[in-house]
């Protein structure tokens, strides 16, 4: 099991900035990275992604805004938020994920989520 605690999240005016980590209970290097977030009535979506091998992917509501990066000799993952607009608001969880070869998920771990809301 791979425990995952998110922390950063707040209230932050529109334009502002967060930083979210996640702080995984061990070694995260095999496993895939990212962050999601769910709104109120919405669905969970995914907001970026590092995979094992360091290529990411963002949502496009996301993207020049949210950087998402990993180290794994911390076993963290951050996700830089810039520019926040209030349609960013919603609960953010961290994501720890494991496939195999031919695309399997073999794990998947979820933190319990961090609290961001965008308001003035």
């Known amino acids: 099991q791979v425990q995952l605690v998110e922390s950063g999240g707040g209230l932050v005016q529109p334009g502002g900035s967060l930083k979210l980590s996640c702080v995984a209970s061990r070694g995260i290097s095999a496993y895939a990275m990212g962050w999601y977030r769910q709104a109120p009535g919405k669905k969970r979506e995914l907001v970026a992604e590092v995979t094992s091998g360091g290529s990411t992917n963002y949502a496009d509501s996301v993207k020049d805004r949210f950087t998402i990066s990993r180290d794994n000799a911390k076993n963290t993952v951050d996700l830089q938020m810039n520019s926040l607009k209030p349609e960013d608001t919603a609960a953010y969880y961290c994501?720890?994920?494991?496939?195999?070869?031919?695309?399997?998920?073999?794990?998947?771990?979820w933190g319990q989520g961090t609290q961001v809301t965008v308001s003035s």
């Open positions: 994501n720890a994920a494991r496939y195999g070869l031919t695309s399997i998920k073999l794990y998947d771990y």
